[in-house]
């Protein structure tokens, strides 16, 4: 089956959007906005990402190693708990048979609060399977960040 059979539509992608009942389901995904390190895309560019973008929200993956990353939130004594997570499709990478998707994620917490600490994951998808390859915290936001 051709790999574009198994990018979700734009009406598939708003039946993953959930019912905010599992936290660690309420997700927000989209391409990184263009910006300091973030270059401009072509056309064909944002097409990729608007597509890995969609992959990503219909698998809305939370690997073990994002939550034992951010563990420090939920067992801090912090008015606010994990709720969710955002993140950001920052690359996509043409690898044979697939993409290599690299994303930058972050959780969304209870209060107003934010967590300034950013987590990379990178994940390969091919023949309409996304598998997780590794995980690592942003080296330019090292420790426990919050902005309030």
Known sequence: MPRENFIPTPEQVAQFQGTNNDPAR????EPAPIRAEVKARSPEENKLFEQATAIMLRERPVPPDRVQFF???D???FRFK????????????????GWGIRLKVWPQLTTEAQVANGYFE???WTDG????????????????????
């Open 82 to 97: 994990i709720k969710g997570w955002d993140a950001f499709v920052y690359t996509v990478t043409p690898i044979p048979g």
């Open 122 to 124: 990178e994940y390969t």
């Open 26 to 29: 309420l997700y927000t995904i």
């Open 75 to 77: 067992e801090g004594d």
């Open 71 to 73: 563990k420090w939130v």
């Open 129 to 148: 399977v996304l598998s997780f390859v590794k995980g690592y915290g942003d080296p330019r936001t090292p420790g426990k960040m919050v902005h309030w």
